[in-house]
């Protein structure tokens, strides 16, 4: 069972830890247990009440009449409020709840509703990338069950793969060639994926390595492929310094090719002398980019 401290609960449902405390207190919404040290922690049942609470609360109940009522009738709520598709947040809440129950019926039925009214796209780009964000969030924080993490991404890999082959055949004339990997000892794919489809979708041609790429193996690239674009992300995998390290022999060794990079572990990292290094902050400025070419 994964165990969550209040500043956990906060920054994944929106609610001030000073505002749970107060619920607790005055409503015994939730009950918090205690460590030997008499620290409180909560578990996977407290945080998916406290999403489904906040969720009413943001929608117009008030604390007292949600503290009045059962269980049933607040996930039926719930349920209600999101089929709106329009409420982003509360979308998000739903999906990560699916991540906390292992219910994939659940996941199909929200995520199919959202491709429908909003397209593949938006859905990505609006909800699937919060929903990460927060759950990247539990990953720093040593809170998430590695399990419930790997389940929801791939579900998420499941529907780009078959995104992505759905753009097979549409190569546009001027098509340029991108190669696509994760350093070694990068596993979060997602993004990258991501990122495979909006360059098919545009037309253009990709050579995916994936996931853990050791450096020297992307240099062999070189005599096989002459790709116009190298695109990677940096997310958890390597120290300040040997992302400038490995930055510097990317740019070096590959000094015909634009590179693209991407992620949080290089958003505030100086590129400036990298002539041929373009870095990306959000999947949105990836889509103008590739738009733009």
Same mark, same amino acid.
């Given at each position: 069972?994964?165990? !969550?401290? %209040?500043?956990?609960?906060?920054?994944?449902?929106?609610?001030?830890?000073?505002?749970?405390?107060?619920?607790?207190?005055? !409503?015994?919404?939730?009950?918090?247990?205690?460590?030997?040290?008499?620290?409180?922690?909560?578990?996977?049942? @407290?945080?998916?009440?406290?999403?489904?609470?906040?969720?009413?609360?943001?929608?117009?109940?008030?604390?007292?009449?949600?503290?009045?009522?059962?269980?049933?009738?607040?996930?039926?709520?719930?349920?209600?409020?999101?089929? @709106?598709?329009?409420? /982003?947040?509360?979308?998000?809440?739903?999906?990560? &709840?699916?991540?906390?129950?292992?219910?994939?019926?659940?996941?199909?039925?929200?995520?199919?509703?959202?491709?429908?009214?909003? +397209?593949?796209?938006?859905?990505?780009?609006?909800?699937?990338?919060?929903?990460?964000?927060?759950?990247?969030?539990?990953?720093?924080? +040593?809170?998430?069950?590695?399990?419930?993490?790997?389940?929801?991404?791939?579900?998420?890999?499941?529907?780009? %793969?078959?995104?992505?082959?759905?753009? &097979?055949?549409?190569?546009?004339?001027?098509?340029?060639?991108?190669?696509?990997?994760?350093?070694?000892?990068?596993?979060?794919?997602?993004?990258?994926?991501?990122?495979? !489809?909006?360059?098919?979708?545009?037309?253009?041609?990709?050579?995916?390595?994936?996931?853990?790429?050791?450096?020297? @193996?992307?240099?062999?690239?070189?005599?096989?492929?002459?790709?116009?674009?190298?695109?990677?992300?940096?997310?958890?995998?390597?120290?300040?310094?040997?992302? @400038?390290?490995?930055?510097?022999?990317? /740019?070096?060794?590959?000094?015909?090719?634009?590179?693209?990079?991407?992620?949080?572990?290089?958003?505030?990292?100086?590129?400036?002398? !990298?002539?041929?290094?373009?870095?990306?902050?959000?999947?949105?400025?990836?889509?103008?980019?590739?738009?733009?070419?």
């Amino acid at each position: 069972m994964a165990i !969550y401290s %209040i500043r956990d609960l906060e920054k994944l449902s929106g609610v001030k830890a000073h505002t749970i405390r107060i619920w607790e207190k005055r !409503y015994g919404i939730i009950n918090p247990k205690r460590t030997t040290t008499n620290i409180r922690y909560y578990s996977d049942d @407290d945080l998916k009440k406290i999403l489904n609470i906040s969720i009413l609360n943001r929608n117009g109940y008030k604390i007292s009449k949600i503290a009045a009522l059962n269980e049933e009738f607040i996930v039926d709520q719930v349920v209600n409020i999101t089929k @709106d598709v329009g409420n /982003s947040n509360s979308q998000i809440e739903s999906l990560m &709840m699916t991540m906390f129950e292992l219910d994939e019926n659940k996941f199909e039925r929200i995520l199919a509703r959202l491709i429908l009214q909003l +397209g593949f796209e938006e859905t990505i780009i609006n909800v699937i990338y919060p929903l990460f964000e927060k759950i990247g969030y539990l990953w720093q924080a +040593g809170s998430i069950n590695p399990l419930q993490e790997h389940f929801l991404s791939n579900l998420v890999r499941q529907k780009l %793969i078959v995104a992505i082959d759905s753009q &097979m055949g549409g190569e546009n004339p001027a098509a340029k060639l991108f190669t696509l990997y994760l350093p070694e000892g990068e596993m979060h794919e997602i993004g990258l994926l991501f990122f495979c !489809y909006l360059i098919k979708k545009k037309g253009h041609k990709v050579i995916y390595f994936g996931q853990s790429v050791p450096f020297k @193996d992307i240099l062999t690239t070189k005599k096989i492929y002459d790709s116009r674009y190298i695109v990677t992300l940096f997310s958890t995998s390597l120290t300040k310094l040997k992302i @400038d390290n490995y930055l510097q022999n990317l /740019s070096e060794n590959f000094a015909d090719q634009t590179i693209i990079i991407s992620g949080s572990q290089v958003k505030n990292t100086d590129i400036s002398k !990298y002539p041929n290094i373009r870095k990306i902050n959000s999947v949105v400025d990836f889509r103008n980019f590739i738009n733009s070419i």
